[in-house]
């Protein structure tokens, strides 16, 4: 499967953005989708994941309650809806496929496919 990301921008302290991962080549509804974004001169950290049916979801602590994963089976698409936005956000966001179990959501290395990255500047 391929994944494009896409979305990113710059946006003011407060603002709001919407991520898409666009799937090509198989459903994405055959893998748990995650999240995953990394700062300049920081590890790449787990944002969100959405079980295959879109009935689970898994928020990192730093961003619950601003954003939101979901998934849209018939576009074939993940999106991650950022709201609340803080220059800590600040990142290059990825989306990623995993065939493992959700027990693993959250590690990185589970994830067989990713997308290209889309840069997310959150400043005044």
């Known amino acids: 499967v391929q994944l494009q990301a896409s979305g990113g921008g710059l946006v003011q302290p407060g603002g709001s953005l919407r991520l898409s991962c666009a799937g090509s080549g198989r459903a994405l509804t055959n893998y748990i989708m995650g999240w995953f974004r990394q700062a300049p001169g920081k590890e790449r950290e787990f944002v969100a994941a959405?079980?295959?049916?879109?009935?689970?979801?898994d928020h990192d602590d730093s961003v619950k309650g601003r954003f939101t994963v979901s998934r849209d089976k018939a576009k074939n698409t993940v999106y991650l809806q950022m709201n609340g936005l803080n220059p800590e956000d600040t990142a290059v966001y990825f989306c990623?496929?995993?065939?493992?179990?959700?027990?693993?959501?959250?590690?990185?290395?589970?994830?067989?496919?990713w997308g290209q990255g889309t840069l997310v500047t959150v400043s005044s």
């Open positions: 959405i079980s295959r049916n879109g009935g689970s979801t």
């Open positions: 990623a496929a995993s065939l493992v179990v959700w027990g693993s959501r959250r590690e990185s290395s589970h994830y067989i496919y």
